[in-house]
């Protein structure tokens, strides 16, 4: 006997019986179903024995679907023993359930609302709402009815329900209006934006500054109106509604008006988008000799350096549709302060150089004083921090510290379990036996001083002969096995001075924010230039791969004689992976 219990979304037999044939046809089924009103009986040629019986209905709800519980009871002609259950419920798969719950609503919708886009009377409204208030016993309607609206993208009939909702004097939400421009704008439909916002003026209603993007984002799909959108850009002055206004500027051509709101943008100190600067530059026609006027270069000058510090400051890439259209922007004579620039996507050499212009970037390290003021506060935080024994106890803190301040400075500092469980396949205990040679590699080849940290449970008799060895050669700190190591090992790291170096593909992503705004950039720096992460089942006789360290910094860089941008070019698959290539702009003199 097998017992699988599922829920099954319908309340016909027949959709039971669908069900039920999908898993086998020889199969027999005892099944009982809880939360039906009328008992019903399913009879088929592949459910040989089904009988359903009525009983209270269950607690649990699965709406839009009835709540029916099965038992299904097989029955084999093979002893238990060598019966496999197979679960029931996995053969109906998340995209059958979410067809199944789109049908549903589908046919709610329209059944209420009808299978025609049309506008309807007040007076039929009325009716719609007082036949849902009898059958549906909700007193939610306004929202539903929107919801329903939306799911449909009846945009014509949305706005007589503004109308109805208006003479029947009940309270719009924030909600059901959202939900209308969002199908507005999804269908271009710019003209019932517009005469939605002219009603609204009319009755004088309050708009909440949140919906003014879609608003704009609405008007300016008119070609004819879009510079009404203008009256609201003043009640939210944000990148995304510069955005969309001067993209239809661009559109247009009207460099005048382009080059005003970007001036607005700089004065106001408004983010400057890439996607806004790309649409800037395609407009000057980049590429193709043609009249720019001198106020508009200043400007998209202006913008282009504000979005590229931005892109410094924050660390983060652009993209190559991006930096394509910078490329051909610094070619032309109005690119740059009126000069002519070199430009070429390239890549970088190990020693920091760049391989189309010769000049050495930025060196990735901070100085002795951002070095002091990191450690004070990753020991201010993370090891004197209150959340420090919920990692660990007072005496495994107090003897780590003592360990620690008597054995360093340490030139490398490896977290002995990541690297044990990351350069080796093996299994087992032969996992320590990796992390034993890496260790013998450092000190009899590289005469380096180690620090290995672990868990007790690395020392049990299986794996303690390599442990036993490695001991010899290393000092060796075995934290309780529910302790966090990565405290421990940014103490030993930032105590053994800024030139030792630590070995773990762990991103540290949770100290990094503990640190205060200005010293963030400075613990990237250091972490990229000090961490040593091996490469997964890199093993290879007797020694480990690391990752490369770049020398350099991989953000933008600019100097009186070049911009170096390094750039996603599709390859970048997680936040911490870094670009390879960089466009290289350089002046020509």
Known sequence: MAWVRTVIPSKHGALIHQYLARWHAKDLFTVTCYGTQQPCLVSTAHCRTSHLHTNQPTSRQLWPFSNIFCRLKQKTTNPPCHYQSRTFCSQVTKEERMLSRQGELQTR?????????????VAKWRDIQQNFLETQRNPRFDYFAMFYITHLQYYKMG???????LAEGKPITENIIGMY????????????????????????????PNLYSLIIKGICQSRKHWRQSLDLLKKQPHGKTYHTIIAMACHHGDMDLTAQLLREMHCGNVEIFDTTVV????????????????????????????????????RTYPTLDVVEVLQLY???PYGSEGETWHTRLTSIRRDGTCDACEQKLEPLEISQEQFEELRRQLLEKVIKGTDIYRQTTPDELESFLNFVNEGAPYDIIIDGLNVAYTCSKAAGYMRYKVLYDLVAHLVHDHGLKCLVLGRHHMTNKHRGSYIQKMTALADCFFAQNVSEDDPFMLYA??????EARYITNDLLRDHKYLVDDDMKVAF?????????KPKLNSMSKGRVAFQAIRPYDTVVQRTEQAWHIPYDDGTLQYSYDLPKRWLCAARLY
């Open 524 to 532: 990237e720096r250091w972490q990229q230039s000090r961490q040593l």
């Open 109 to 121: 919708a329209l059944a209420m609302l009808g299978n025609q886009d049309e506008h309807v009377s």
């Open 181 to 208: 421009l969002h199908i507005c704008v999804n269908n271009n439909e710019a003209d019932y934006v517009l005469k939605w916002y002219d009603m609204w003026r009319k009755h004088k209603l309050e708009i909440k």
């Open 159 to 165: 706005f007589s329900f503004f109308e109805f909702m």
């Open 330 to 332: 610094f070619r032309r």
């Open 279 to 314: 649409e800037v530059l395609k407009m000057m026609q980049v590429g193709t000799a043609c009249y720019v006027p001198e106020a508009l270069r200043e400007d998209v000058h202006k913008a282009v350096v504000k979005m590229l510090e931005r892109h410094r400051q924050e």
């Open 493 to 498: 790291t930032l105590q053994s001075g800024p």
